[in-house]
């Protein structure tokens, strides 16, 4: 069946590196694949997305890569400030049945170190 | 707007016992769906609904019902409690999720289930 996962559960960073977090996926359909960062007690917020027909997608202080080849998305976070220390999810968003789908890989939690 | 609303915020039930989550939201969101999340794991798709009237089936749908009489609401109703459901719930809306573009999907902020 579909399934999306993540190579690391956890990742630990000094304040002002790159941190660079990895996921795989396993559905040739999915149309788009998005990360999602979730905060202590509240709900996945949307970071960004990348459609299926692209590799890069820049955004402020992120990028995402996509390898269809390999299947496997990343997600790049620039100068990585306390802020950023989350769960980050990828999903991947496949059109199943007539409507759209989200598949959730299982979070890398990011911890910044000062 | 308030986005996408859930009460409770918290919840203790006893096996066997009935309860409705509640969701709203005010953005005139066509397509609304329930995640359940446990530790260590991301969100699984329980049920979704791509308008009002129309609901189905996500990946893990026993034990759970639901109904979309307005675009507004989307009530998830636990018929018979059990301790395999404690969870945290999210409830998620987006624009369209009948078209092939994706819609970005907005959270509620969850609720806290546990079944004694």
């Known amino acids: 069946g579909e399934s999306v996962g993540l190579h690391l559960p956890t990742l630990s960073v000094q304040e002002g590196d790159n941190s660079i977090i990895n996921c795989a996926y396993s559905n040739s359909a999915s149309d788009y694949f998005i990360w999602y960062k979730q905060e202590s007690g509240k709900g996945p917020q949307f970071i960004i997305d990348i459609r299926s027909n692209m590799d890069k997608r820049q955004g402020q202080r992120v990028t995402v890569l996509l390898n269809k080849t390999v299947k496997h998305l990343s997600l790049q976070i620039a100068a990585t400030q306390p802020g950023d220390s989350a769960v980050y999810f990828c999903a991947e968003n496949a059109f199943i049945g007539g409507a759209q789908k989200l598949v959730f890989g299982q979070g890398t939690r990011l911890t910044i170190n000062p | 707007n308030a986005g996408v609303t859930q009460t409770p915020k918290f919840q203790v039930l006893k096996t066997g016992q009935s309860m409705t989550l509640q969701c709203a939201q005010d953005?005139?969101?066509?397509?609304m769906s329930w995640y359940r999340q446990d530790p260590g794991m991301g969100l699984r798709l329980i049920h979704y609904?791509?308008?009002?009237?129309?609901?189905d089936q996500g990946e893990v749908p026993n034990g759970y019902n639901v109904s979309r009489s307005t675009t507004e609401d989307f009530p998830l109703r636990l018929l018979s409690a059990a301790p395999s459901q404690t969870s945290v719930y999210f409830c998620?809306?987006?624009?369209?999720?009948?078209?092939?573009?994706?819609?970005?999907?907005?959270f509620g902020p969850g609720t806290r289930l546990t079944v004694l």
């Open positions: 609904s791509v308008g009002a009237g129309i609901t």
């Open positions: 998620a809306s987006s624009y369209d999720g009948l078209t092939r573009s994706y819609n970005e999907q907005f």
């Open positions: 953005m005139n969101h066509e397509y």
